[in-house]
């Protein structure tokens, strides 16, 4: 089973040296990925209601996702970058391809592109984009990726887009870069059913953040059923669940790691937030003691 571990935006501070320093040490320590979560801009609670925005508000720093993961890609030689997750529907489609090409050539194919809808509005609207059809946009934008990714010369129209013989130079080095889905979180874990549904449908992969409960087995049950009824094998879309490091012993931490293994997770993310710790020692040493206490069981 593969191990990845979360980028600990909103506690990383802004030392570039700590942040380098970080990223090599979790290559070091045998993690398979990085997952970076992405944010544009942070809405002020004075303004604004949302339970998310208790960890990302206007005052927590969170560095620009694809940028950054340029930089952590030529720090690093090994690991996947994945982003965790981009919001797609608000950033322009043959933009985000351009920019997931690059990174991908840069890496040298280490690219994973993690997406989702999004919950924040304010970003949306300060980024020229409708927030009330992002789920149905992302749909295309996925197929329009997809394209771009593998097709020299495009001639695209949809809904939403419309390219007229153009492509990408240069290519990703992945035709195509590996698109997966972020769904749920730890304020509202039940997603809608439209989200479980788009997953079976376009996914190739998924990392949910809800725990793996008896309402978890319920919602990893229906996208299964969703996926046979969208003519893909369930057993090929890979699950990705997410193990939260704070306030757990090591006990705890393998209770969910044995969870997720019950519901066929074939991969785990570390989450090392909300701890309390000092970045980026603290959150090194939680990763280092998780992995060498799941390195058995994974």
Known sequence: MKLGAIFPQTECGTDVAALGAFVRSVEAMGYDHLFVADHVLGADPKFHSHPSLATYSHESPVHEALTSMAYMAAITSRITLATGILILPQRQTALVAKQAAQLDVLSGGRLRLGIGVGWNAVEFEALNETFE???????????????????????????????????????????????????????RPVPPDAALRRIAKLADGWSPNFPPDAQGRVLVDRVRQYTHAA?????????????????????????????????????????PRKAGLKFPDGHLDVLRRFKETVKEAA
């Open 231 to 271: 003519g893909r094998e369930p057993a090929k879309l890979p699950l990705e669940g997410r193990i939260h490091l704070a306030g757990q012993s090591a006990d705890g931490w393998m209770k969910q790691v044995e969870a997720w293994k019950t519901l066929g997770a074939t991969s785990l993310i570390a989450e």
């Open 133 to 187: 059809n992002r789920g149905k946009r992302s749909a295309e934008q996925i197929a329009l990726l997809r394209a771009l990714w593998t097709e020299p010369v495009v001639d695209f129209r949809g809904e939403f887009h419309r390219i007229s013989h153009a492509g990408l130079n240069p290519m990703p080095i992945q035709r195509p870069i590996p698109i997966w889905f972020g769904v749920g979180s730890r304020d």
